[in-house]
């Protein structure tokens, strides 16, 4: 049989990738999306393509409200995406706060429930915009937390965090998805896309993006308005 597996779905290029990786690697994959007040529903869309087309096991939604709290762009649109690029050594306004470890929480909630001690999560300490809680660093603390704290560790089954990509540019993220098969058109990575997830072009995600495919020599299937 199988082992278990939470894998942490955005909908976007990333979370698509760790997927496939997670799938190939045997694991029965039970995926988690959030509502969480952000700006659009197409990633939600597409986390639910993704998931149907990558051989998911089970996909949940669930719902939080960090846009009660603002204080990023993505959840207070009073706060403009920045399109001008990320200014280098600074933590951009598209930082969500507390946003990974309040997801990795709930990864960790259902995953003892499932008896599942593995958790993917797709964040990268390479190509990526500065963010705190995308760092190896943090991953082996959030880990070393969830040991402590739950019953299933303390009886003696651990949780491991899984992050095959924290070590990867863009591009490499990219060529690893497409060897295992993933349809990168499926995906939504924009900060600012529309309802049907056509992408801007011109915010920091969607910058890092194209040059992932451009220096992968993949062709960018990405619906851009």
């Known amino acids: 049989m199988s082992k278990k597996a939470v894998i942490l779905l955005s909908g976007g290029l990333d979370s698509a990738t760790v997927l496939a990786i997670a799938r190939q690697q045997g694991y029965e994959c039970h995926c988690l999306s959030f509502q969480y007040g952000q700006r659009h529903s197409a990633e939600l869309a597409a986390a639910k393509r993704v998931a149907q087309a990558l051989g998911a096991t089970a996909h949940r939604l669930a719902t939080i409200d960090l846009a009660a709290f603002g204080g990023s762009a993505l959840t207070d649109k009073s706060i403009d995406v920045p399109i001008e690029g990320v200014q280098e050594g600074v933590i951009p306004v598209t930082y969500v706060p507390a946003r990974n470890t309040i997801m990795l929480s709930y990864a960790l909630a259902w995953a003892e429930v499932l008896k599942a001690q593995d958790i993917f999560v797709g964040v990268n300490a390479v190509d990526y915009s500065g963010y705190p809680d995308c760092r190896p660093e943090y991953i082996e ?85």
């Open 141 to 225: 603390a959030f880990e070393k937390m969830a040991n402590l704290a739950t019953k299933v560790a303390v009886e003696g089954q651990p949780f491991k965090i899984h992050t095959p990509l924290i070590d990867l540019t863009k591009a490499q993220i990219i060529q690893a998805g497409v060897a295992r098969g993933v349809d990168y058109s499926l995906t939504v990575s924009c900060y600012l896309a529309d309802d049907e997830g056509q992408a801007c072009g011109q915010c920091d995600s969607c910058r890092l993006r194209k040059e992932g495919f451009e220096l992968a020599g993949v062709i960018d299937n990405t619906r851009y308005r």
